[in-house]
């Protein structure tokens, strides 16, 4: 009897190696779709050279929490966690366009739960007709200045007729490298009287926007498997052979601060002087910017607040945050602010949490409410 030769006996084992290896795959996938496993998630990333990065389009995002929460949104054409939009504004319509970071991508909630959603259907719901559409274009860790290029974007192309900036209390220093810890992202600088994008990131990204990146950002943004073999070797690079995995590195959360050291997310008082007067005037310098872009277009813009957890859940205590400096900073420059504050900790105070990582259902009905209500303290019309 013959035998195979050497050479073709290799090639049939490294055959069923293979397709041992792809069932083996398939089953993976399988199981982490259907199976509920904490910290598994899509990592649906795509570079941008304009805020350095965004969602990829008609993707999946899961959300869970330790409550129990699980939620699954879609992401949209565009590459946001929103709703689909068509670019041509329907005549009559007036749109509202929210730009800012996780808290108005509000990945925690259903998309009707957002306060965007609640917000269109009550203004819709008062006018008995379809005349207002809110468009959410946010992303986890925007900064201010991101945020902004974001409106630059888009606010001509989807004819906008209002633009809310929505500030986190992370904004200031997101703006800041030093706080950031992110070498892939824009940053505003002050030179003199001009404010300057440093957008030198985009240079050093140039192979992302080649097909092998491309198609490693397809791949892990439609596959659980992908994704997580990524975050394993993620963790095995930063911290060697440690099974333990807390909640922010699940989301492949942007570098915390070094031991003893502060961050965007630390309470300014904790900051260095030098550092918390640079955030403080850039990001007035940004907002300052924003705020004259789009009212020279004819739009109306707004900055709407959401305050730290603390100062909801304990509001007696002294306060150590941005708001009071927010409120000023818009007093000084003639831009109109909603700090839904007072509401949320009245809602808070009622038993009713308004904060567990995010905005709850109940912080996202209070947050529409106080929207709702300077939207309605206006004669709406649209303007393009």
Not at 77 to 84: F, P, R, S
Request: charged share 25%.
């Amino acid at each position: 009897m013959h035998r195979p030769s050497r050479p073709r006996r290799l090639a049939a084992y490294a055959a069923l190696v293979g397709a041992a290896l792809i069932v083996a795959c398939v089953l993976a996938e399988i199981v982490l779709r259907v199976v509920p496993i904490p910290g598994i998630s899509y990592h649906t990333f795509y570079y941008d050279d304009v805020t350095g990065q965004r969602f990829y389009p008609n993707t999946t995002m899961i959300y869970r929490n330790e409550r129990g929460d699980h939620v699954r949104r879609r992401v949209n054409d565009w590459g946001y966690l929103d709703a689909h939009h068509d670019e041509q504004k329907p005549n009559g319509v007036i749109r509202i366009g929210f730009f800012g970071d996780s808290f108005t991508e509000a990945r925690q909630v259903p998309l009707e739960r957002t306060f965007h959603q609640r917000v269109q259907a009550e203004l819709n719901r008062a006018a008995g007709a379809e005349r207002f559409e809110c468009i959410a274009i946010a992303m986890m860790g925007y900064s201010t200045l991101q945020s902004w290029l974001e409106c630059e974007r888009w606010m001509d192309r989807l004819g906008l007729d209002y633009g809310v900036y929505v500030f986190c209390e992370n904004d200031p220093g997101n703006n800041i490298p030093a706080l950031n810890f992110s070498h892939d992202v824009p940053y505003p600088v002050l030179a003199g009287d001009s404010l300057v994008i440093d957008r030198s990131f985009a240079a050093r990204n140039v192979h992302k926007t080649r097909w092998k990146h491309r198609a490693w950002q397809y791949l892990k943004s439609n596959s659980l498997l992908a994704s997580t073999l990524e975050t394993r070797m993620h963790f095995l690079k930063a911290r060697g052979v440690d099974v333990r995995v807390d909640d922010s590195e699940r989301d492949m959360a942007a570098p915390a601060a070094p031991d003893g050291g502060v961050d965007a997310l630390t309470p300014p008082s904790l900051w260095p002087d030098s550092l918390r007067t640079q955030a403080a005037a850039v990001t007035e310098r940004v907002i300052v910017e924003w705020n004259h872009d789009v009212q020279a277009s004819g739009r109306t813009f707004l900055v709407a607040y959401i305050p730290r957890t603390a100062a909801v859940k304990e509001p007696t205590a002294p306060a150590d945050d941005w708001r009071s400096w927010l409120h000023d900073a818009c007093s000084r420059n003639g831009i109109d602010l909603v700090d839904p504050t007072a509401r949320l900790i009245r809602v808070q105070q009622s038993g009713r949490d308004v904060f567990f990582d995010h905005f709850t259902d109940a912080g996202h009905d209070a947050f529409a409410a106080e929207l709702v209500a300077w939207f309605r303290g206006r004669s709406l019309t649209t303007t393009h």
